[in-house]
T-cell receptor, first 114, second 112 residues
Framework: NAGVTQTPKFQVLKTGQSMTLQCAQD?????MYWYRQDPGMGLRLIYY???????DKGEVPNGYNVSRLNKREFSLRLESAAPSQTSVYFCASGGDLSPIYGYTFGSGTRLTVV | SQQGEEDPQALSIQEGENATMNCSYKTSINNLQWYRQNSGRGLVHLIL?????REKHSGRLRVTLDTSKKSSSLLITASRAADTASYFCATDRGSTLGRLYFGRGTQLTVWP
């Protein structure tokens, strides 16, 4: 099925460890986004990539880095994980019709930092 | 900071009843979108309304937008147990880059 695929689905890290969250879309979308969702909160934008080769900070970029590897893939890296980064992370993508039909979200990565 | 604020935070109704959720926002927008999130899952796009539209329908969904009051409402008619989910509004704050700003959501529970 076409859509946004995130890996892994679950991860537990120790404080200070690093990891990369992977995201891939097969809809030929230009833009991709990383959000985090904390309990009782809506999603907050971490980083986004409006097109292949470009990335920009969102609302809460501190502690994260991103790479737009190609048009399909957009990864999020935590260099030194902190308990405050415990959250559910969602990747999303958007194409030319997204201003009409909305954006497509992955199923999320649930990250716990202990 | 949260752009949208949904109201109520939680709503509990019986199957067959209508559910109304409200969203307020603070800045100018190009469009406002509503998403559904089932427990433990990703967000699913429901409906998008542009700033120059006042009302839009999609199946059992009806969305209204009042830009003068910076508010929107989502009505789900004849609710079903399968409608149980969290509902979020999201705006673009006038940007064309696709960045979305979400509210905290309304948790809807529909009892059989």
């Amino acid at each position: 099925n076409a859509g946004v695929t995130q890996t892994p689905k679950f991860q537990v890290l120790k404080t200070g460890q690093s990891m990369t969250l992977q995201c891939a879309q097969d809809m030929n979308h230009n833009s991709m986004y990383w959000y985090r969702q904390d309990p009782g909160m809506g999603l907050r934008l971490i980083y986004y990539s409006a097109s292949e080769g470009t990335t920009d900070k969102g609302e809460v970029p501190n502690g994260y880095n991103v790479s737009r590897l190609n048009k399909r893939e957009f990864s999020l890296r935590l260099e030194s994980a902190a308990p405050s980064q415990t959250s559910v992370y969602f990747c999303a993508s958007g194409g030319d019709l997204s201003p009409i039909y909305g954006y497509t979200f992955g199923s999320g990565t649930r990250l716990t930092v202990v | 900071s949260q752009q949208g604020e949904e109201d109520p935070q939680a709503l509990s109704i019986q199957e067959g009843e209508n559910a109304t959720m409200n969203c307020s926002y603070k800045t100018s927008i190009n469009n406002l979108q509503w998403y559904r999130q089932n427990s433990g899952r990703g967000l699913v796009h429901l409906i998008l309304i542009r700033s120059n539209e006042r009302e839009k329908h999609s199946g059992r969904l009806r969305v209204t937008l009042d830009t003068s009051k910076k508010s929107s409402s989502l009505l789900i008619t004849a609710s079903r147990a399968a409608d149980t989910a969290s509902y979020f509004c999201a705006t673009d704050r006038g940007s064309t880059l696709g960045r979305l700003y979400f509210g905290r959501g309304t948790q809807l529970t529909v009892w059989p």
